[in-house]
């Protein structure tokens, strides 16, 4: 059961919206005298300032991504208070404005209002005429203080009878693995059920699908990119705090203004870097810094340990085509590649680097090593 000393939002955490989705955005400002705690500490969001260079730092991606725009532009992300700038500016040109659908409140509005059309909208004038970026509208549409979900394409995939708590939902509607039809372009979750938003079910489902987001053009390989899973993956199996506490639990948390009185900060950051909720951890992890940083730093040196074997099979596989080899030669080869590949981007850009679910996350780096180990067998053969 949660503690009473950890976070509960607002007045109606418990309750999440699935009735009729808000059309009528409001900027974060609106509500600025209303709550004024909660708009300050949003606020505070900008403090989280540093653009990471995934390229620089990890230059594997460069290969793994070849034929993406990913492989020569990829930044962590800033607070959210920067996401609608920085989709803009990240280096990766957008035609379309499906690449808005979690970077602006008034764009959700936008969907709910036009219907899957919006995303067809051009990328530039859509983002020009936007009056402002992710805000309250969000997570709670035109009422603050209840959680809805504004986002149709989480209602489709997990249903209104989900069993997931609100306050999950809420993050859930951006922190998951998605991709966009060729023919709608519209935001899509690759599953009908939370039962079913596992690796191996997402993954079944883009083969059943035929569905690729690029194509490697040295190897041939039709390759899946995944993106920031954190619903799937601290919802999936052997997460050990699943159903106990929520990521507002973990990643808001509670804050006391200057009268004393006890509101639900909305400045979202790290469990470790905020002490009130570390004070409540620690009730059972003890020695919480080096609990998480060991199931980190064992995530991240399996991580790049097979991300450099699956730049060896990429080049090795790359040597194959240039050589002259079949489709049918390479049909096997191929399809180890993209699905290797699939089970470690799963782990790679999931933001917690196993903390959220550290059984899932050996899992997944399990499966993907043994596929990358086949396909370096049958190369050498």
């Given amino acids: 059961m949660k503690k009473k000393f950890l976070v509960f939002l607002v007045i109606a955490t418990c309750l999440t919206s699935f009735a009729l989705a808000s059309t009528a955005f409001s900027p974060s400002d609106t509500y600025k005298d209303t709550f004024p705690d909660q708009y300050q500490s949003y606020l505070k969001n900008a403090e989280n300032s540093e653009n990471y260079d995934y390229v620089q730092a990890h230059p594997q991606i460069a290969v793994l991504y070849e034929g993406f725009g990913f492989a020569h532009s990829y930044f962590s992300a800033r607070g959210h208070e920067y996401a609608l700038e920085d989709v803009k500016n990240i280096g990766r040109p957008h035609p379309l404005a499906n690449c808005l659908t979690c970077k602006s409140g008034d764009y959700t509005a936008m969907v709910n209002k036009m219907g899957i059309e919006a995303y067809k909208l051009p990328f530039d004038e859509t983002h020009a005429d936007l009056k402002g970026g992710i805000s309250c509208f969000n997570c709670h549409g035109e009422e603050p203080g209840v959680l809805e979900v504004t986002h149709q394409y989480l209602k489709d995939a997990v249903g209104e009878d989900s069993g997931v708590e609100a306050d999950i939902l809420a993050c859930a509607q951006c922190h998951v693995e998605y991709y966009f039809p060729a023919d709608t372009k519209a935001t899509v979750l690759p599953y009908d059920s939370v039962e079913n938003a596992t690796p191996e079910m997402i993954y079944d489902y883009f083969d059943k699908l035929g569905f690729s987001d690029f194509v490697n053009p040295r190897t041939g390989s039709n390759m899946i990119k995944v993106q920031h899973p954190e619903f799937e993956t601290y919802t999936g199996a052997g997460s050990v705090h699943k159903g106990t506490y929520s990521c507002a639990d973990c990643h808001m948390g509670k804050a006391v203004n200057e009268a004393g009185q006890s509101f639900s900060s909305h400045y979202l950051t790290s469990p470790l870097k905020n002490q009130a909720v570390k004070d409540s951890c620690v009730q059972c992890h003890a020695n919480l810094d080096e609990f998480v940083k060991e199931i980190q730093d ?34 096997q080869l191929r399809a180890l590649n993209r699905e290797s590949q699939f089970y470690w981007d799963f782990v790679f850009v999931e933001n917690s680097e196993g903390a959220h679910n550290s059984k899932l996350t050996t899992a997944c780096l399990d499966k993907a090593e043994q596929l990358v180990d086949e396909a370096l067998e049958l190369i050498k053969q």
């Fill in 298 to 331: 064992k995530t991240e040196e399996r991580t790049y340990l097979i991300a450099d074997k699956l730049v060896d099979l990429t080049n090795a596989l790359a040597d194959k085509v240039a050589a002259g080899a079949t489709d049918e030669e390479l049909a």
